[in-house]
C-alpha cells in the first residue's frame, strides 16, 4: 500500500521560501512519476512539477526558475522547494505518485501533467498563502 503524506505549507510574504515535504512509502523504487499538483478552490488542479524514477524532472511553466523538485537519497521523501513566491502561488498543495509500470511513458515528456492528473495516486494537501 503506497502511502503519500504532506507537509510544510504556511503562510508567508512575498519574495519568500518555503518548502514541502511529501512522505512517500510502500512503493518499488522503479518506474514511478512522483509530482506536485496544486488547486485553487473553483479553478482546475495544476501541475506544479515531477519528477521520474531517473531524476529528471519537469516544471509548469509559471515556476521554472523558482522551484525545485527533488527527492532525498533514499528516495523516502520527496519535496519541493518554492522561492521568490507570490500571491498567485496561494493553494493548496498535493503530493502525486504514479507507482504502475507505465509512468515512464509520460513522466519526462510534455504530457507530464496530463499523465499525472489521469493516473495518480493523491496526498491530503497542504495549504500554502503567499501574502503581497
Known amino acids: 500500500q503506497v502511502h503519500l503524506r504532506e507537509s510544510g505549507g504556511g503562510s508567508v510574504q512575498a519574495g519568500g521560501s518555503l518548502r514541502l515535504s511529501c512522505g512517500t512509502s510502500g512503493y518499488i523504487y522503479s518506474n514511478y512519476c512522483l509530482g506536485w499538483f496544486r488547486q485553487i478552490p473553483g479553478k482546475e488542479r495544476e501541475g506544479v512539477a515531477a519528477?521520474?524514477?531517473?531524476?529528471?524532472?519537469m516544471y509548469a511553466d509559471s515556476v521554472k526558475g523558482r522551484f525545485t523538485i527533488s527527492q532525498d537519497n533514499g528516495k523516502d521523501n520527496l519535496y519541493l522547494q518554492m522561492n521568490r513566491l507570490e500571491p498567485d502561488d496561494s493553494a493548496t498543495y498535493y503530493c502525486?505518485?504514479?507507482?504502475?509500470?507505465?509512468?515512464?511513458?509520460?513522466?519526462?515528456?510534455?504530457?507530464?501533467?496530463?499523465?499525472?492528473?489521469?493516473?495518480?495516486?493523491w496526498g491530503q494537501g497542504t495549504q500554502v498563502n503567499v501574502s503581497s
Open positions: 519528477i521520474g524514477d531517473d531524476g529528471k524532472t
Open positions: 502525486v505518485g504514479d507507482f504502475s509500470p507505465g509512468a515512464y511513458t509520460y513522466c519526462n515528456r510534455e504530457r507530464w501533467s496530463q499523465g499525472l492528473a489521469v493516473f495518480a495516486r
